[in-house]
């Protein structure tokens, strides 16, 4: 018998299709573009926008693990590239991204996601770890999860262990008495598994197993299904 004291959740794709959100927050973010720098999206096609991505990163490795200062720093080089002074630039950047920030936090979640997540922290301890930057407080996610751990604030990425091993720490908890539950098998599964924890793929979408060294506990294909894993993984 397992006695899990503590359930981590991967956030985009596992409580709600990361997509869309992104597509509508790129579409409020070129709006504001448009309206107060035109020229960056007339001048600075995808590929440009690319290779300042590219340029950023090899530059500056740590903003690999960071979305949010990754994409403002993009903006900002665009801005530079365009001519627009420094300051101006960073101010334009900042309020480019705010943007798209504000927009990312409006998803809608998965059915019954907010009920399966309300069910299982009433039973257990609830953490949220992220690549991403999604907001749970934003979200009012912070009525179920006691904390948030994103690859930025670890400076490394799922599925590296570190995220993994902040989160049981915080926590208090052994692998074995923990349960990480996220929609991908490398990130997610693999990740969580490797440092001992057990795993549940959410596997909404019905794909197939790519990663053969990915071996969840267990698979749920609808959110409703996660209590009941959770309690045969508890009862070992």
């Known amino acids: 018998m397992a006695d899990i004291r503590l359930i981590t959740f991967d956030l985009d794709n596992t409580l709600w299709d990361v997509g869309q959100v992104i597509r509508e927050?790129?579409?409020?973010?070129?709006?504001?573009?448009?309206?107060?720098?035109?020229?960056?999206?007339?001048?600075?096609?995808?590929?440009?926008?690319?290779?300042?991505?590219?340029?950023?990163?090899?530059?500056?490795?740590?903003?690999?693990?960071?979305?949010?200062?990754?994409?403002?720093?993009?903006?900002?080089?665009?801005?530079?590239r365009l001519g627009i002074n420094e300051a101006a630039a960073r101010q334009h950047a900042?309020?480019?991204?705010?943007?798209?920030?504000?927009?990312?936090?409006?998803?809608?979640?998965?059915?019954?996601?907010?009920?399966?997540?309300?069910?299982?922290?009433?039973?257990?301890?609830?953490?949220?770890?992220?690549?991403?930057?999604?907001?749970?407080?934003?979200?009012?996610?912070d009525r179920y999860f006691s904390f948030a751990l994103s690859a930025a604030d670890v400076r490394a990425s799922k599925p590296a262990p570190d995220i993994f091993h902040a989160a049981l720490s915080a926590a208090g908890v052994a692998p074995a008495e923990s349960i990480h539950v996220g929609d991908n098998l490398v990130d997610d599964i693999h990740g969580a598994a490797a440092v001992g924890m057990h795993t549940i793929w959410v596997n909404i979408g019905r794909a197939g197993v790519e990663d053969s060294d990915a071996r969840p506990s267990e698979v749920v294909e609808h959110l409703r299904d996660l209590p009941t894993a959770v309690g045969r993984i508890h009862r070992g």
């Open 25 to 80: 927050a790129e579409s409020a973010m070129n709006g504001w573009l448009d309206d107060h720098v035109p020229e960056y999206r007339r001048q600075l096609d995808r590929e440009v926008v690319m290779a300042l991505r590219e340029a950023a990163i090899r530059e500056r490795p740590d903003l690999g693990h960071d979305v949010s200062a990754l994409r403002e720093e993009v903006l900002y080089r665009g801005m530079r």
């Open 94 to 141: 900042a309020d480019a991204f705010q943007m798209f920030y504000e927009a990312r936090q409006q998803v809608v979640f998965f059915e019954h996601a907010l009920e399966t997540l309300a069910d299982l922290a009433g039973r257990y301890r609830l953490a949220a770890l992220t690549n991403g930057n999604a907001n749970v407080a934003s979200m009012g996610l």
